[in-house]
């Protein structure tokens, strides 16, 4: 199932403006650079990226990021860990054709209405003040990094900073 939302308030009351059941072979959603697509059968319904916050596709949770004038800044990211007091983590894989690879992309919010930045220790030093938080996360590798239980390290830093 995919559900587009228009807004956050939406989003957050679970009340989608379209929705699309991809069970049936006939039904599709393309993502492009401006707009989302969703065909039911022969009937489509387009959505230009300034009209929707966003989407949901099964449990997954895609939200639009705008940070350009370019058009491959226009992007939707995948929620990766939503800790609803106060980081989101996303992610967007981009796929470089001359070579076909593909590499992903980190970004973070402070919820899921506030802004979306790329993920960064200077990023995150503007947005977060505690101190310890901040040389722990310094210290990491890769702020990406998981423990051996496969969560993120900084999704745990942050919890134990800003939540004890």
Known sequence: ??????????????????????????????????????????????????????????????????????????????????????????????????SFNSREHYFFSKNLESPIKKLSLKNLKEDYQNSDFIRQISLLDNLMEKDNNGNYIIDELYKKYYRE
Do not use: P
């Open 1 to 98: 199932m995919v559900k587009i939302y228009k807004n956050y308030r939406d989003f957050s009351n679970e009340k989608f403006h379209d929705k699309l059941c991809l069970d049936d072979k006939k039904n599709k959603i393309s993502i492009n650079y401006n707009f989302i697509t969703i065909r039911l059968g022969n009937i489509r319904h387009a959505y230009s990226n300034d009209e929707i916050w966003g989407y949901q596709k099964g449990n997954e949770i895609f939200r639009f990021y705008n940070q350009g004038i370019f058009w491959e800044d226009y992007e939707y990211v995948r929620v990766l860990e939503n800790d609803k007091s106060g980081l989101v983590i996303y992610s967007k894989k981009e796929r470089y054709y001359s």
